[in-house]
């Protein structure tokens, strides 16, 4: 099911990224995995991806673009409009749940990731859901 889909993920974190390609590759078996270790030139980056993604996952604290101006970015561009985005954080809050679903997100998953529980927010998400998954 995950190897169909392309995806993207936006964070500077370097053991993050490691992470994150972990469970992805080795647990989910993804092939189609891009990663951008900041958001410098984002729109052009985007542009120049081999394939839209079906799924974006971003960090919030992000330089020199926020998750927030990224959404913005992914949003103002046809071909990704319609693109799930997803923000993975630390330290999610309620409230900044709210705000991320009022922003446009299509939904948020906490950090630290779990091998075990990651794949079915995932799942969720390809099959259209909004993931709200803070705790």
């Known amino acids: 099911m995950f190897n169909r889909h392309c995806y993207l993920y936006v964070d500077d974190d370097a053991l993050s990224r490691e992470i994150l390609h972990m469970i992805m590759q080795v647990v989910m ?4 995995l891009q990663m951008f270790e900041n958001s410098v030139a ?3 980056r985007l542009r120049a991806l081999p394939s839209p993604p079906d799924v974006i996952l971003m960090d919030l604290h992000v330089q020199p ?5 990224m959404l913005q970015v ?4 046809p071909q990704f409009a319609s693109v799930r985005v997803i923000a993975l954080t630390v330290f999610v809050t309620n409230e900044e749940a709210a705000q991320l679903r009022a922003s446009g997100f299509d939904g948020v998953i906490a950090k630290p990731l779990s ?6 927010l995932i799942q969720r998400v390809l099959q259209g859901e909004s993931v709200w998954h803070v705790a």
């Open 42 to 44: 984002f729109a052009e």
């Open 29 to 32: 078996g993804v092939e189609r």
């Open 115 to 120: 091998a075990t529980t990651f794949p079915t």
């Open 65 to 69: 673009l926020n998750g927030f101006a």
């Open 74 to 77: 992914i949003r103002s561009l």
